[in-house]
């Protein structure tokens, strides 16, 4: 069974950085995309970054030049480093992995406060 465990959210002033983790346990296989997703309250949730295991990336327009998706397969981890934060980036921000043979999975979450 595939777990994925998010960290690095907390509260930060508008114009700060944080840098979120997801590390991925329970396989060995490398996840073909992982990605970041938040939810804001009372909003659907959306897309914010993925990346392929090649290494491609994709970014939600409202992120671009702010936030940057990394990815770590030996160690089976992803981070996202959020720099520029804004209050409305203010959300519970969500890891997920696409593994070929063993499905999507979704981690707990993290809580990202943008806040003065």
């Known amino acids: 069974q595939v777990q994925l465990v998010e960290s690095g959210g907390g509260l930060v002033q508008p114009g700060g950085s944080l840098r979120l983790s997801c590390a991925a346990s329970?396989?060995?296989?490398?996840?073909?995309?992982m990605g970041w997703y938040r939810q804001a309250p009372g909003k659907e949730r959306e897309l914010v970054a993925r990346?392929?295991?090649?290494?491609?990336?994709n970014y939600a327009d409202s992120v671009k030049g702010r936030f940057t998706i990394s990815r770590d397969n030996l160690r089976n981890t992803m981070f996202l480093q959020m720099n520029s934060l804004k209050p409305e980036d203010t959300a519970v921000y969500f890891c997920s992995a696409d593994y070929t043979y063993l499905g999507t999975y979704w981690g707990q979450g993290t809580q990202v406060t943008v806040s003065s």
């Open positions: 990346m392929s295991s090649t290494g491609s990336t």
């Open positions: 329970g396989t060995l296989f490398i996840a073909n995309r």
